[in-house]
């Protein structure tokens, strides 16, 4: 499990947090939060340090596009789906669980 504080995550600003000791991309887009594992199915690249568009994600390294609500591998050369989070937003609280 992570708290993190709601107002210190940045729309469509990606960021790492460890729950129960697994990385973990936490992105906020708009009053929304989306949590899905931090590192690249094809590779070994943080997902944190890629770029959102919309409610995706693209690889920093080799591009591939992911969806943050599902995980789904949207585009080449990664296929296999990322594991997904659950996240509770509860006032200025974000919770993460595995
Ligand atoms: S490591 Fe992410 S696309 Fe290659």
Redesign the pocket.
Known sequence: MAEIALDSLVSGKPVAVDVDGVAVCVARIGDEVFAVEDT??????S?SEGEITGTKIE??????EFDLRTGEALTP??TAALKTFKVEVNGNQVVVTN
């Open positions: 690249c199915t094809h590779s070994e690249a997902l690889c920093w390294l080799h591009g591939a050369p990664a």
